[in-house]
């Protein structure tokens, strides 16, 4: 193993600050080589000895980016818009890499970390020469990429983690802290991976991990990077054994029917479970009690406990970043003047308590005017606003006074305006994310989950976030994680920003699609970003599923459509999640047979007794799939085609699929989704009935001699035809269709 200080003095031996020397980094298992001109020019990866870099680019390897030249003789040599300066110069000494930049005069300082794992690279602080003629200042630095590095094409990009990788090597640039801004550029025969930090969130001490390794090994590099750096422990939490387990996401649960959705969950085989906060808080922000858990924190900890002894995982779904309308920070006579902020304005007039016009000395650019967002603060109190002038003089119209319990005051001519940002699902104000109320709010929600046991949980409405969005976004994740003990398991997320990945190591789920479009839509959004996110090393959601019975407006959830969802998370090696509408469950004909899908789909994940073969069928998103029940808790899989349609017939209400058992003889799986029925087959077919989990059934005829087939829950029709005449046999028999009336 190479030692990390033998490898600095022979580079600071080899490239003084005073010899034009290239400087070369390298570890155990890559060697990265910057030209004396400031150039990138190699990254071998020491294994197999392969170039990683594309050939003549010669990228910069560090840039500088000012906002408007700085420099006296630049803004005059420059137009006035953001310049980019590239390095030209490189050179190391001791630990410290010193970059030269053309038409400036800093001199960045990089602290150079090499472990056998990975090189850290972090910018702490900068030299400026000043000439000594002319009129010179040490100027501003607005951005700094600390490292670029033009990488040749792989099989797989992972944009989250920034990480390029094939079957044989692995090149991930990502950050060491959540100020470090991680990206990649697609350019015409490369990507590049760069890494930079902005003054407007931290400049120095905000680093990068240059990973060069075999893609077996990307994990372990990642996992020594997170314990090294006191990051979110992402890598641990993708290897717990409880990672694809899927969750049941309660809906108004209370200490009073938690004992009944348990039940529900257990027969689903889901051993994960999910409280949404809006269940016992009456608005996020303070989280005040609803009059449904009358004694609060115990009533939480009593379900909770309950979920526990069952011997299930309980999760808390939240929301964090924003604050209801309703809470005490808006509603209580004197909101608070944390929320963030999207324009300011100035009053040019002073208006009265009665005005419903108010002038002001900015053009209101960029106001928000859908519904409910249309929101102001002045002082203490809130004003709902209806439109807006664009020509001088400047007013915003149809003003309502002393929203939200506050009272109309007078506010004097010079008086600022706020406007809000309010979310688009307009319940909620935004948070200022340079104040502390997003400290005030991770402490509430860090005492709730650490009170009631809650061991893993969800952040929703992570997009809803002022800028720098990069930034904001996991930061905002982080201080409530962090409030969070013990840490959780897992989480998930509504928006992923890189430094998230450690702390969003199971993805996202997705909002809820009807029955009749669930396969579309997981075609078009959840098999594609678990597509996506596989490059990532990390797995998504496979929901939100919501359950729905039959109606007169849908055809209702149905087993099959459970069979396509679970069969591809478990291809994806993914949860699924459950939305628990007990009403809904407890109405549908059906719910045996849902839930039993869920059940054998989540064992077969979680025992882990699928083949690698089979998995890869099932990853073909057109691919249709069963499983059934065997003796001694076998199962069988099957590939099916679909015979019925999806939309909902009010006279023939059967879902049927096929499979052939040989090439002679077919299996049909149908049921009728709203009821029970029977079909009737002609007397001249042989057929055999058998239920779902296999046992043999006897049939009867009617008068005419036809074989009477109840159609209800799931069952297996075998046929003696191929395939494409069972299919027509079937698809004639069910004209037969009569619906049984209950009497």
């Not at 080589?33 to 910069?60: F, H, M, R, W």
């Not at 818009?81 to 300082?109: A, H, M, Q, W």
């Not at 089979?614 to 029940?629: N, Q, V």
Request: charged fraction near 25%; proline fraction near 6%; charge should be negative.
């Amino acid at each position: 193993m190479i030692d990390k200080k033998t490898i600095l003095l022979a580079l600071s031996l080899t490239a003084p600050a005073t010899l034009s020397a290239d400087v070369v980094i390298q570890n155990d298992e890559t060697a990265l080589t910057i030209s004396d001109n400031g150039t990138v020019s190699s990254l071998i990866y020491k294994a197999t000895g392969e170039e990683c870099l594309q050939p003549g680019i010669n990228a910069p390897v560090c840039v500088i980016t000012q906002y408007r030249p700085y420099d006296n003789e630049n803004f005059l040599m420059f137009p006035a818009k953001p310049r980019s300066f590239p390095s030209n110069k490189c050179y190391l000494s001791g630990d410290t890499l010193y970059t030269e930049f053309t038409d400036t005069y800093d001199i960045v300082k990089i602290k150079v970390d090499i472990t056998p794992d990975y090189i850290t690279f972090t910018p702490v602080d900068r030299d400026y020469r000043i000439e000594d003629y002319g009129v010179k200042r040490k100027t501003e630095l607005d951005e700094l990429t600390v490292m670029q590095l033009p990488l040749k094409r792989r099989k797989h990009f992972g944009e989250w983690l920034n990480i390029m990788w094939d079957d044989s090597a692995a090149v991930a640039l990502v950050g060491t802290h959540p100020t470090t801004f991680i990206d990649s550029r697609a350019e015409r025969d490369n990507t590049t991976l760069l890494v930079a930090t902005h003054t407007s969130v931290q400049l120095f001490n905000s680093g990068a991990a240059l990973i060069v390794t075999h893609p077996d090994s990307v994990l372990d590099r990642m996992d020594a990077l997170e314990r090294a750096y006191d990051m979110p422990r992402g890598v641990e939490s993708r290897r717990r054994a409880e990672y694809p387990m899927s969750y049941y996401e309660l809906r108004n649960v209370t200490v009073d029917n938690i004992d009944r959705n348990i039940e529900l969950a257990k027969q689903a085989g889901l051993k994960t479970m999910v409280v949404y906060y809006v269940d016992f808080a009456k608005a996020c922000g303070h989280y005040e009690w609803r009059p449904e858990y009358p004694r609060g924190m115990a009533d939480l900890q009593e379900i909770t406990r309950k979920i526990t002894e069952a011997g299930m995982i309980p999760g808390i779904h939240i929301h964090y970043s924003k604050v209801a309308v309703n809470d005490p920070y808006i509603n209580n006579g004197i909101p608070d003047r944390r929320g963030n902020v999207v324009s300011r304005f100035r009053l040019s007039e002073t208006i009265n308590p009665s005005d419903t016009e108010i002038t002001v000395e900015e053009r209101p650019e960029d106001v928000r005017m859908e519904k409910g967002r249309r929101l102001l603060q002045i002082d203490d109190e809130m004003i709902m606003f209806t439109d807006v002038t664009t020509t001088a003089p400047y007013r915003f119209t149809g003003c309502q006074r002393g929203c939200f319990n506050s009272s109309p005051s007078v506010h004097a001519a010079g008086s600022e305006a706020r406007h809000l940002d309010v979310d688009d699902w307009p319940l909620f104000i935004r948070v200022d994310q340079n104040s502390g109320i997003q400290r005030e709010i991770a402490e509430r929600l860090g005492k709730i989950y650490a009170d009631c046991g809650f061991r893993f949980v969800y952040f929703d409405g992570a997009e809803d976030v002022p800028m720098p969005y990069w930034y904001n976004v996991s930061r905002s994740q982080l201080e409530v994680y962090n409030a969070m003990k013990p840490a959780p398991m897992w989480a998930e997320g509504a928006q992923k920003s890189h430094y998230g990945w450690h702390i969003l190591s199971r993805g996202n789920a997705f909002d809820i699609f009807p029955p009749e479009r669930i396969r579309q839509a997981m075609k078009r959004y959840t098999l594609r970003c678990a597509e996506q996110v596989a490059c990532d090393f990390t797995s998504v959601n496979f929901g939100w599923v919501n359950y729905l019975a039959p109606s007169e407006k849908t055809i209702g959830m149905q087993p099959d459509m459970y069979d396509y969802i679970c069969s591809k998370a478990l291809a994806w090696n993914s949860p699924i999640s459950l939305v628990a509408n007990m009403p809904e469950i407890d109405k549908h004909p059906r719910t045996d047979d849902n839930l039993l899908a869920i059940n054998l789909w989540e064992t077969a994940k979680l025992n882990k007794s699928i083949s690698e073969e089979l998995k890869h069928a099932m990853l073909d998103p057109d691919s249709e799939w069963t499983i059934m029940p065997r003796k001694n808790g076998r199962h069988e899989i099957r590939r099916v085609r679909q015979l019925t349609s999806d939309s909902l017939n009010a006279t023939m209400p059967v879902r049927a699929f096929t499979y052939p058992v040989d090439a002679n003889t077919t299996a049909i799986v149908y049921w009728d989704c709203t009821g029970k029925s029977t079909l009737a087959v002609p007397a001249s077919y042989d057929v055999r009935l058998s239920s779902f989990d296999g046992r043999k059934l006897t049939t009867k005829r009617d008068r005419q001699g036809r074989i009477i087939l109840p159609a209800d829950e799931r069952r297996i029709l075998t046929v003696s035809l191929p395939e494409e005449e069972a299919r027509e046999m079937f698809s004639n028999i069910l004209i037969t269709y009569k619906p049984i009336i209950s009497q």
